[in-house]
């Protein structure tokens, strides 16, 4: 199992990114699973940033608005379209699949899923 993640880069504040994750040899039907986008800094802790499932998507307070994620199943494929960005926003981005089902059934968590090997965003002001 692989997810690959890429897009990220160094960009002004106020500009965008599109982050792409690429899963290969999911090993359920990949509808079944919760698919999200984390990100972390060396200051603090892996924060959950979207997620999507067949019900739909939900997103953490501080990028609603400016973050939207998708998936293409006939691609296999996450995208993470970030407008608007905000130097707060620099972070290593990961991609993450959990065959949960749903996502309120399970989450992708460090022990329970799949993860990407992540993508460096940075945000100048």
């Known amino acids: 199992v692989q997810l690959v993640e890429s897009g990220g880069g160094s960009v002004e504040a106020g500009g965008s990114l599109r982050l792409s994750c690429v899963t290969n040899?999911?090993?359920?039907?990949?509808?079944?699973?919760?698919m999200g986008w984390f990100r972390q800094t060396l200051e603090k802790a892996r924060e959950e940033v979207a997620l999507i499932d067949a019900d739909g998507t939900t997103y953490t307070e501080s990028v609603k608005g400016r973050f939207t994620i998708s998936q293409d199943n006939a691609k296999n494929t996450v995208t993470l379209q970030m407008n608007s960005l905000k130097p707060e926003d620099t972070a290593m981005y990961y991609c993450a699949a959990r065959p949960s089902g749903r996502c309120r059934y399970g989450r992708p968590r460090p022990d329970a899923g799949y993860w990407g090997q992540g993508t460096q965003v940075t945000v100048s002001s």
């Open positions: 040899n999911l090993p359920r039907t990949y509808a079944l699973y919760c």
